[in-house]
């Protein structure tokens, strides 16, 4: 009998791409939200190594997939770790922007850590966890953080961005090292970052959300025209903010209200894969 483990996903509300670092990745500025959605491991352990199966066959099982790296950022810590079986049923879609593999990377870190009982704490797994991939050390924590350097540093903030996400999810993939490297064709990189922080030190409710730009929907929407529409959509149909969630493909709107959300999914369902989630 196996260990059930969720691994969710996250969307960015507001994402500031700042200047290019000596080791080639771009500092970032952002807001990381949880989302109560996304894919299932099944954890068991074994003598040694680390064993993937997965329900679909478009991610690799191999040493390549980002359960075996977190995997082997522990088994180098600790040479004698034991071994684990991973299965990983997939919801999130890849490319989509949701953190879907960065997620199951921090999942297999922190039940490696429960499993063999290493003593790691929160803030060690972190550290572990930006070995592994970019994301990875926001989903040890999870929640809603504030996030610099390349996502690594992480500011836990007080309250989560309320709401209930409506996400869309056209069948497009948007390569990120494309994205990247076209946003920094046109774009003039400097410091200047707005104060997402500040967001928590009032009613959110009432806040503008106009500060919460996503850089990369600069470039994604003039090649992508219909991410630009989905946004616009989901706008019209009453989301009080809607973006592309990190460099797409996923486009998601948040709603206050239960009714605008339901007509908001019903229009979109027919042409795309939609997903009703909630901070977590």
């Known amino acids: 009998m196996g260990i059930y483990c969720p691994s969710f996903s996250k969307v960015n509300v507001g994402l500031k791409v700042l200047k290019l670092r000596e080791d080639g990745y771009h500092n970032i500025y952002t807001l ?7 894919d299932e491991l099944l954890f068991e352990k ?7 199966t997965s329900n679909v066959d478009w991610i690799p099982t191999d040493k390549s997939n980002i359960c075996y790296k977190a995997y082997n950022a522990l088994k180098n810590l600790y040479p004698d770790l034991g071994g684990i079986s991973i299965q990983i049923k997939k919801k999130v879609p890849i490319g989509s922007g949701l953190g879907g593999g960065s997620a ?16 790691l704490s929160i803030f060690e797994l972190e550290k572990v966890g930006v070995s592994v991939g970019a994301d990875v050390s926001f989903f040890i924590r999870g929640g809603t953080q504030l996030g610099e350097g390349i996502g690594d540093k992480l500011t836990p903030l007080p309250n989560p961005i309320a709401g209930i996400y409506l996400l869309v999810i056209p069948n497009i993939f948007i390569n990120t090292s494309w994205a990247y490297t076209e946003l920094g064709k046109k774009l003039k990189f400097d410091t200047k970052v707005p104060n997402f922080r500040g967001f928590f030190n009032g009613d959110i409710s009432s806040y503008k959300f106009e500060i919460f730009e996503n ?4 470039i994604v929407i003039p090649a992508y025209p219909e991410i630009g529409s989905i946004k616009q959509k989901l706008l019209k149909l009453g989301a009080r903010f809607a973006s592309l969630s990190g460099s797409g493909s996923t ?16 229009f979109f369902q027919t042409s795309y894969q939609t997903i009703l989630a909630h901070p977590a």
């Open 46 to 52: 074994t003598e040694n190594s680390c064993l993937i």
């Open 215 to 218: 850089d990369f929907e600069r």
């Open 104 to 119: 199951n990377g921090a999942a297999v870190l922190k039940e490696l850590n429960n499993l063999y009982d290493l003593g």
């Open 251 to 266: 486009v998601f709107g948040i709603f206050d209200d239960d009714t605008l959300v339901t007509k908001a999914e019903s």
């Open 32 to 38: 990381f939200q949880k989302l109560d959605f996304g």
